[in-house]
């Protein structure tokens, strides 16, 4: 079955603390990696795909196949990045069909 | 234009009303999504357009019922809904239903009452 699990539903962190927001997937195949943010009163808006592999924001994410997790860090969080963040899974067929997490809201305190 | 229009913005409509949420995105983009939000939930797919036509119906009511017109536009058309679907409505849409990335409009948050 196909799954993405995201185990925090809340993670607070001070400013200038390090961040990773945690995202493991079930997936037999070979899965396309998303990670999506939306800010208050925002439109869902994507932060990084995995076969990219560019820094967004100076957030990173990482593929691990063996471990089957796709992590979201960023070694020093500021205030603006307090939003919900999602990690979403694409199968390789071609439907589109793009499979959530229920998502983390990162708290970052002054 | 890079980006996906929804129209209305907030919509508050009676359980024997029809409404229309409509959907635009001038990215030459060939595949486009309907999703629903509920409060501090992930977005769950209902339908996908692809090349114009249905390619995805995720076994959603049929009071929910949806239109694509051209490459441009989708419509989402509403009829006997019920308080329960009251959500946030987002349109998406992509380059193909491949491997591409979805990008997303701002929503319609639609109120039943």
């Known amino acids: 079955a196909q799954r993405v699990t995201q185990p925090e539903k809340l993670l607070s962190v001070f400013k200038g603390a390090p961040v990773e927001l945690k995202c493991n997937y079930s997936?037999?195949?070979?899965?396309?990696l998303f990670w999506y943010v939306q800010y208050s009163r925002q439109r869902l808006q994507l932060l990084l795909r995995?076969?990219s592999r560019e820094s967004i924001k100076g957030f990173t994410a990482d593929l691990n196949k063996g471990e089957t997790s796709f992590h979201l860090k960023k070694p020093f969080a500021q205030e603006e990045d307090s939003a919900m963040y999602y990690c979403?899974?694409?199968?390789?067929?071609?439907?589109?069909?793009?499979?959530f997490g229920q998502g983390t809201t990162l708290q970052v305190k002054p | 234009d890079t980006e996906v229009t929804q129209t209305p913005k907030h919509l508050v409509m009676g359980m024997t009303n029809k409404k229309s949420l409509k959907c635009e995105q001038h990215?030459?983009?060939?595949?486009m999504y309907w999703y629903k939000q509920k409060a501090k939930k992930p977005p769950e797919l209902m339908f996908v357009?692809?090349?114009?036509?249905?390619?995805i119906n995720e076994s959603v009511p049929s009071r929910f019922s949806p239109e694509c017109p051209n490459s441009s536009l989708l419509n989402l058309h509403l009829h006997a809904l019920q308080p329960e679907d009251s959500a946030l409505y987002l349109c998406?849409?992509?380059?193909?239903?491949?491997?591409?990335?979805?990008?997303f409009g701002p929503g319609t948050r639609l109120t039943v009452l």
């Open positions: 998406a849409s992509s380059q193909d239903p491949g491997r591409s990335t979805q990008y």
């Open positions: 997936y037999s195949g070979s899965p396309e």
């Open positions: 995995h076969i």
């Open positions: 979403a899974l694409k199968g390789s067929s071609n439907t589109g069909k793009l499979i």
């Open positions: 990215m030459g983009h060939r595949a």
């Open positions: 357009y692809s090349y114009e036509k249905l390619s």
